[in-house]
């Protein structure tokens, strides 16, 4: 059983499309982070959201964090190619794991 | 970039040899981890460390061991190697994992075939 469900696994989109991803689950969390990943690289740190509510900005990527702080959201405005990759959660487990979610791949078609 | 370097970065083997990967950061960061990455699991944690010869067990730890002599390298063995560890193996490391935790930086990743 995974700690992190993320959906949807796969979302292929048109250039200009808005779309949300999610992390989902049953525990609480201080803190949950979210990676982007591209091709034949290792995931590279975008954001981390600490506080229940909070939203945060990236350019077009907006990151927010659940009240409940069990769940979190990437929503991402007028995706454009270079938005291609797996993006992932994760949070920190016991002291000093770092645990993932399952993924989500998306595709931006120019 | 964060100085981490991941030896080898591709590998074919067959079925029942040892294999040894190799992490070495230049970062002197404290904290180093081993993941596994498969179509559908995200990435799933083998081993840690949080300290020179202070490791423990991730989600997936069966059939791997690893070993941290020096603060700047973390080694993940396979004894016995099995097709179900073919994989994607990525090293990461953190300065200050825990509450607020810091970013995790990886490594280019580890490409391993078991035949």
């Known amino acids: 059983t995974q700690l992190l469900e993320q959906s949807p696994q796969f979302l292929s989109i048109q250039e200009g499309e808005n779309l949300t991803v999610y992390c989902n689950s049953s525990?609480?969390?201080?803190?949950l982070q979210w990676y982007r990943q591209e091709p034949g690289e290792g995931p590279v740190l975008l954001v981390t959201?600490?506080?229940?509510?909070e939203v945060k900005k990236l350019k077009r990527l907006t990151f927010q964090f659940g009240d409940a702080r069990k769940d979190s959201s990437l929503h991402i405005t007028a995706a454009q190619p270079g938005d291609t990759g797996l993006y992932l959660c994760a949070v920190t487990s016991g002291t000093y794991k770092y645990i993932f979610g399952t993924g989500t791949r998306l595709k931006v078609l120019a | 970039d964060a100085g981490i370097t991941q030896s080898p970065r591709h590998k074919v083997t067959e079925t029942g040899t040892p294999v040894t990967l190799r992490c070495h950061q230049t970062?002197?960061?404290?904290?180093m981890y081993w993941y596994r990455q498969d179509p559908g699991h995200g990435l799933r944690l083998i081993h840690y460390?949080?300290?020179?010869?202070?490791?423990d067990k991730g989600e997936v730890s069966d059939g791997y061991s690893v070993s941290r002599s020096k603060t700047e390298d973390f080694l993940l063995t396979l004894e016995s190697a099995t097709s179900s560890q073919t994989s994607v193996y990525f090293c990461?490391?953190?300065?200050?994992?825990?509450?607020?935790?810091?970013?995790?930086?990886f490594g280019e990743g580890s490409r391993l075939t078991v035949l």
């Open positions: 460390s949080y300290g020179v010869k202070d490791t």
């Open positions: 959201v600490v506080t229940g509510g």
């Open positions: 990461a490391i953190s300065e200050r994992p825990g509450q607020g935790a810091g970013e995790l930086f």
């Open positions: 525990s609480v969390f201080s803190s």
């Open positions: 970062e002197n960061h404290r904290y």
